[in-house]
């Protein structure tokens, strides 16, 4: 039997948040709000960022590292359940060649003093892909960025 070409991996990363649910759920959900914490990220340049913020809707964000290289996310929304979970299920291309296939969920729980949020990601990498270690650093890196988004 020779090795999968396909890499599959889940992880959980959670976070605390000091503000409610509502404005957690209004960051992943407004488009003007997402795009400043997750598209407008150091290290790169936002060449588009389109959301339509419905079960079946999309979001499509292309951004370009500082080598060149385009990184694009194809998203569709497949649940979602005001001020408490979001669920996404998205591609990851280079260049136009497509690495990963994933499901995304936000889970939101209010606890007396703001928000916690359980973020899990179950994917499938390919050939030539981030890999696990490198997409949950990324990741991370990104909820960071919401909460300094939220902080301010």
Do not use: C
Request: net charge negative; glycine share 8%.
């Amino acid at each position: 039997m020779s090795e999968t070409a396909v890499v599959h991996s889940t992880f959980v990363i959670e976070r605390n948040f000091p503000v409610p649910p509502e404005r957690v759920f209004a960051a992943l959900s407004d488009p003007a709000k997402k795009r400043r914490w997750f598209a407008e990220g150091e290290g790169s340049t936002t060449e588009s960022f389109e959301m339509d913020f419905r079960v079946g809707g999309t979001e499509r964000t292309v951004r370009r590292a500082k080598n060149g290289l385009a990184f694009t996310n194809d998203t569709v929304f497949r649940d979602i359940v005001s001020g408490t979970r979001v669920v996404i299920a998205y591609n990851m291309s280079v260049n136009d060649r497509r690495i990963s296939s994933s499901l995304i969920t936000y889970e939101l729980f209010a606890n007396g003093k703001g928000t916690d949020l359980i973020f899990t990601e179950q994917a499938a990498f390919f050939e030539g892909a981030d890999g696990p270690k490198i997409r949950e650093e990324g990741w991370s890196k990104l909820l960071d960025w919401l909460g300094n988004y939220l902080a301010n």
